[in-house]
């Protein structure tokens, strides 16, 4: 598909009246485009108000709660309380700092990973396109869970990374630094991500004309600076996409490091979620969460100004 | 319009109909009835630990009353269930341990039981009775007795493991297994230091923190339920760990050589018990569950596939098994001597307990 | 066209890639026909029992059944809101546009622990139980930005000019959508709602907070997956799952290249 020039917005009169000016207006269409502007308007209005903005505002209120004593639901003095425990702690704000490191590297690594998959696809994949997109997506749709558990069985001592080695002599006794630290995590997301740090980047390796290739082939240029200077930089927004679409996720990943982290491999979202459900301290959890929320919008503010949104719609 | 495409409504309607044929199928499984169930029907929702929700653990309850619907919902710790109840979560039954229960009665989540409704409570020792009451007032029924100790590899560790100091000790890095628990991990402290578990002070606290801290090294995963650890045990990974007996039941069951320590500072023994969330509408339903609880198949299965004590005292004299009383420690008196009961944290203590554990978890 | 002539290598890579990528749904798989419940190698034997007993086993396929009613509802409830915040941002101008599109997609940007912990709030407060329908809403919410984007997509490469003719013909508004704009879209809205609903399927950092006493199928899954005995059923439902799904896309794939 061509870029095409994003289109006004239509003309539509806003006022009711100004359709009679137009042969066959006499409805007054401005009147039904208000009422059909409301019906479309309200419902999503409402459930997004209701089920995403109501309830963020909720738990910033409730990380001023000084306390969980007494009753759930009763207006306390808002305090810092909380605030002050999470600055004053610099065990959490290392974890989140070695939790969004972790993402770092994750998400480079994906990127980096699937952007010669992409690159086949876009430009060999001729016919069979959507038979490689579809087999490269196929894992996506087993059960998550079940992958990471696979993992845990090819990490572990007793699995088949390990059984292999053992059998082709390289190594004696079982490694047990595959499982249960950071870099089970980072491997078992690693994996996860791949197929779906593809497709933005495919997406943008497509739009890109062909044209271009063959004029820069009738100037003498040479296939790699083709790459270089053609490819490359016109499938950048996409490769941004992939990344900011894989690291904001996976700072708040929590599921991956409780199944093969073990004890030192936990993020941030361990510990929120420990609060809540271990701790039963939803204040202090509110008050994380928060943190993590800002700290998110902050990356996502700077991924803005990189990417540009009208660019992915078109 | 091109005909060949089918048109969004009919493959929304589709859609719907599949989502409704779908939901009247998978709707419940038909439970023949011989005979019409005595008075009882509708359902009773139990907030329960995971493993207690097969059916061995309420048979009696599911033989009186096969057209109750009893439902569960996990939690994962006495923390997890607390925080449920305290906000507000709905059902009828739930299973708290020892250390947590005065909580529920401070913030008014607990409904006092009428035990002259319970036909099988004579059945159950004064002292257990006591353990249930709060202020003089019976709110929780005893219902399973056990012990925390450490579990062992005996193949692993031929020398035998004497002391809780075990979990802790470089010897055994990369093969040691902790509870996923705050208050756990300082009562295992205060028992090594021989500190008073009732009154930590905060130095001794930082002190049991730096500990845990040093420990997390030596520790391969924090085991949150029972079968993960039985899993790690199995497999040879995990050759000590903080454990309860029913994970040395099953695993010795199965020829896997473990053996259940008996440390020097004394093993822990806490109890659990049931109570009913105040202003339950199914109050009579939720006494029917507890007296079943506290019935006899359900407290032989307790015991023979846990190898949990159980509060029913009938229960508990006909067990004969030479293994099962040597794992209650019935044969040797000096082992109940030494045995340390929990007893029931404070507000604060469990906020600080809970905080230093995650920190623990957080730290670098 | 190709900028490196020869496409072997990348072939090679991807071939690779596609490898180590199904190297662990090859381990479920082998496990699912497992006679053993443990996974060693050499294998014990080989056997059809787990898919048996996985039709046998209740909760498991209730679990299931939860997933597939939970998925549906808020695929559909995505489906059509997101279709309409991406009428209201492709066709009208109004002054708080901005704020309704950012809601719309700022649950992309939300560590989904947060989302989860404060629809647990919310719920709370409101005293209403965690159930399938509690799942259910967290659901459409994560999903609609996808919805939004792939929509909002197709309406904006759709010339506005059409509804302009329409309307100049006579047509009011709704029918201009009912008949000219909708099923333009439709494809794109088809598409959205399987992505919709595949965000929701599989989803488990949220079910897990939010369920009750039904679980969804991965939150089920989770719960046994430290029994290891029961883990060959569950793993047999998910290569059918898997199948299944393969089976849509293709048909799918079908359907979209025969028009």
Request: hydrophobic share 50%.
């Amino acid at each position: 598909m061509t870029t095409t020039p994003s289109p006004s917005l239509p003309h539509f009169p806003e006022k009711m009246g100004e359709g009679d000016q137009r042969s066959g207006g006499g409805r007054g269409w401005g009147l039904d485009r208000r009422a059909t502007f409301w019906m479309l308007y309200l419902p999503p209005l409402l459930w997004l108000g209701a089920f995403f903005l109501i309830p963020l505002l909720l738990m910033f209120a409730y990380s001023f709660r000084p306390d969980m004593r007494g009753d759930f639901f009763q207006l306390w003095q808002p305090s810092l309380n909380q605030y002050e425990k999470l600055v004053s702690t610099g065990s959490y704000w290392r974890l989140l700092w070695t939790s969004a490191q972790m993402a770092l590297l994750i998400s480079v690594i994906s990127v980096v990973m699937s952007y010669p998959i992409a690159y086949f696809l876009a430009f060999h994949g001729r016919q069979r396109v959507g038979f490689y997109l579809v087999l490269l997506l196929v894992p996506f749709w087993t059960s998550y869970l079940l992958r990471v558990m696979a993992w845990k069985m090819m990490l572990g001592t007793e699995g088949v990374i390990n059984s292999f080695l053992l059998y082709i002599n390289i190594i004696q006794e079982p490694l047990t630094a595959l499982l249960y630290n950071r870099n089970a995590v980072v491997i078992t997301l690693i994996y996860v991500w791949i197929p779906f740090a593809t497709l933005p980047i495919l997406a943008a390796l497509q739009r890109i004309d062909i044209a271009l290739f063959e004029a820069a082939a009738d100037l003498g240029a040479r296939p790699f600076h083709q790459f270089i200077r053609i490819t490359l930089p016109l499938s950048l927004p996409g490769v941004f996409a992939a990344f900011f679409m894989v690291f904001i996720p996976t700072v708040g990943e929590y599921v991956t490091p409780l199944l093969v982290g073990g004890s030192r491999g936990s993020m941030y979202g361990n510990i929120i979620q420990d609060f809540f459900t271990k701790a039963a301290n939803w204040p202090f959890g509110s008050a994380m969460s928060m943190i993590m929320l800002a700290g998110t919008l902050i990356l996502v503010a700077i991924a803005a100004r990189l990417i540009n949104l009208r660019d992915l719609l078109e | 319009m091109n005909a060949k495409r089918p048109s969004l409504y009919s493959l929304t309607s589709m859609m719907v109909m599949l989502t409704l044929l779908l939901s009247a199928c998978g709707g419940g499984v038909v439970t023949a009835t011989e005979a019409p169930a005595p008075e009882a029907t509708g359902t009773l929702s139990v907030l329960e630990w995971a493993g207690y929700d097969a059916e061995d653990f309420w048979v009696d309850f599911k033989n009186a009353y096969p057209d109750v619907t009893v439902n569960f919902e996990i939690g994962i710790s006495d923390a997890d269930i607390y925080s449920k109840m305290a906000a507000g979560n709905q059902a009828d039954v739930f299973h708290p341990y020892s250390g947590w229960l005065q909580f529920y009665v401070d913030e008014g989540l607990v409904e006092e039981i009428d035990t002259s409704k319970l036909t099988n409570w004579d059945k159950v020792s004064e002292s257990h009775k006591k353990l249930g009451q709060i202020n003089g007032k019976q709110y929780f029924i005893p219902w399973d007795i056990g012990f925390t100790s450490i579990l062992y590899r005996t193949d692993k560790i031929p020398e035998g493991v004497d002391s809780w100091a075990a979990l802790m000790d470089p010897k055994y890095a990369g093969h040691i297994s902790m509870w996923d628990d705050g208050p756990g991990a300082v009562t295992i402290s205060s028992y090594i230091h021989g500190y008073d578990e009732t009154a930590i002070t905060d130095e001794q606290l930082a002190a049991i923190q730096e500990e845990w801290i040093a420990q997390r090294d030596l520790n391969l995963f924090y085991w949150a339920g029972e079968p993960e650890l039985q899993e790690g045990m199995r497999s040879g990974d995990v050759w000590v760990a903080y454990a309860w007996q029913g994970s040395y039941a099953l695993l010795l069951g199965e020829g896997v050589p473990v053996a259940y320590a008996n440390p020097k500072e004394g093993r822990n023994s806490w109890v659990g018990f049931y109570g009913i969330r105040k202003g339950t509408e199914n109050l009579d339903l939720a006494l029917k569950f507890l007296d079943a609880k506290l019935a006899e198949a359900t407290g032989n299965n307790v015991v023979n596939l846990f190898y949990y004590g159980h509060s029913n005292q009938d229960v508990m004299n006909s067990v004969t098994d030479p293994m099962l009383i040597e794992a209650f420690g019935l044969n040797d008196p000096s082992i109940l001597e030494k045995t340390n009961f929990t007893p029931n944290l404070t507000a604060e203590q469990r906020d600080a307990w809970t905080s230093m554990w995650a920190e623990v978890k957080a730290a670098p | 066209m190709t900028t490196f002539r020869n496409s072997f290598p990348l072939k090679a890579y991807y071939f690779g890639l596609i490898g180590l990528l199904y190297l662990p749904i090859a381990i479920l798989f082998l496990f699912s026909i497992n006679a053993n419940t443990f996974l060693s190698f050499p294998l014990q034997g080989l056997t059809l029992d787990w898919y048996e007993k996985l039709f046998a086993s209740d909760a498991l396929l209730r679990s299931a059944r939860n997933s597939l009613v939970v998925a549906l509802g808020s695929s559909l409830t995505a489906t059509l809101m997101g279709t309409m915040v991406g009428l209201l941002m492709m066709r009208y101008q109004f002054r708080s546009k901005g704020l309704l599109v950012a809601m719309a997609v700022l649950p992309l940007i939300v560590p989904y622990i947060v989302l989860a912990v404060a629809l647990l709030l919310l719920f709370s407060v409101l005293n209403i139980d965690r159930s399938l329908l509690t799942v259910g809403v967290a659901h459409t919410v994560v999903a609609l930005p996808y919805v939004l984007l792939i929509v909002g997509s197709r309406l904006a490469g759709f010339d506005a000019n059409l509804e302009e003719a329409a309307m100049d013909l006579g047509a009011s508004y709704p029918t201009t959508l009912r008949r000219i704009v909708i099923p333009m879209i439709a494809p794109a809205m088809i598409s959205a709602w399987l992505t919709a609903f595949t965000v929701s399927f599989d989803e488990f950092a949220l079910a897990l907070f939010l369920a009750g006493t039904q679980p969804t199928f991965p939150v089920y899954l989770y719960g046994q997956l430290r029994f290891a005995n029961r883990l060959p059923i569950m793993i047999a439902l998910a290569v059918l799952m898997m199948i299944g799904t393969l089976t849509l896309v293709l048909i799918a794939e079908r359907v979209r290249r025969a028009e």
